[in-house]
C-alpha cells in the first residue's frame, strides 16, 4: 500500500479540513481527533489502491493527482472507465468502503498521486464519538451520488457535443493525464468521437 505512510502534514490537513467545512462546521475537539488518526501516503503511476475483489480497509483523500475507477464489462470481460477521481475528492467504492463488502471496481493512479487516508477501523471510532462524522459522510456521498447518476444520465440524453461541453473543465484535467480511450469510456462515445470533439474545442479558452 503506497510507498510511504506517515502522519498527515499540517497543509494536508488543512486542505480535507477546508473541503469537510465547506459542508458543515467542525467542533475543535473533533478536529484534534480527526487528526490524529489522518496518514499521508503516495502511489505512482500505474498502481492499483484497489484491486476487484478487495475489501477497502482505508477511504482516501486526494490532495493532488488523478485517480480512475475500473468496471469489468459482464460480457466482453474487459476493464472500462467508469469514474476519476480528482483532488479534493473523497475516494471509495460503492459497495465497498462503507458496507466491508469486496468491491466490484478497481481503482488505479494514471499520474502519481498524493492521498490522505482513514482505516475503517479509525472511522467507526470517530463515528461512536462524535455526530459530525455520519452527517458530514452521509452528506458527501449523497452529493457525490447525484453527480453520478446525473453524469449516467446525461450520457443518455445529450448529444456528444453537448457531453463534451458540459464536463469541458474536467477534460481539460484529464486530457494531458490520463489515455483518450479511457476518457471515452467514461464519456460514453468512442474514441475517434471523442479525438474529433478534442480537435474542435479543447484549449480554445486559453
Known amino acids: 500500500m503506497g510507498i510511504l505512510i506517515k502522519p498527515i502534514s499540517e497543509g494536508s490537513f488543512q486542505q480535507v479540513l477546508k473541503v ?8 475543535f475537539q473533533f478536529k484534534l481527533s ?28 486526494m490532495l493532488s493527482g488523478l485517480l480512475r475507477e475500473i468496471r469489468m464489462s459482464k460480457v466482453t470481460l474487459k476493464e472500462k472507465t467508469g469514474w476519476y477521481w480528482l483532488p ?5 467504492t460503492d459497495p465497498g468502503f462503507f458496507s466491508q463488502e469486496p468491491s466490484v471496481r478497481a481503482v488505479e493512479a494514471e499520474v502519481g498521486c498524493d492521498l490522505v487516508m482513514i482505516s475503517y477501523a479509525d472511522w467507526l471510532a470517530l463515528k461512536a464519538e462524535f455526530h459530525e ?10 452529493r457525490y451520488s447525484k453527480i453520478r447518476i446525473e453524469h449516467i444520465e446525461d450520457m443518455k440524453s445529450l448529444s456528444v457535443d453537448e457531453r463534451y461541453l458540459d464536463l469541458e473543465d474536467v477534460l481539460d484535467y484529464l486530457f494531458p493525464r ?27 479558452r486559453k
Open 34 to 61: 480527526l487528526r490524529n488518526v489522518l496518514y499521508e501516503t503516495s502511489y505512482n503511476r500505474g498502481e492499483r489502491i484497489l484491486n476487484f475483489g478487495e475489501t477497502q480497509r482505508v477511504v482516501w483523500f
Open 178 to 204: 490520463t489515455q483518450l480511450n479511457f476518457i471515452a469510456d467514461f464519456m460514453g462515445m468512442a474514441p475517434a468521437t471523442l479525438g474529433r470533439l478534442r480537435t474542435r474545442y479543447y484549449g480554445r
Open 20 to 27: 469537510m467545512e465547506a459542508v458543515m462546521m467542525l467542533s
Open 88 to 92: 479534493d475528492s473523497f475516494v471509495y
Open 133 to 142: 462524522v455520519e452527517t458530514i459522510m452521509e452528506i458527501m456521498r449523497g
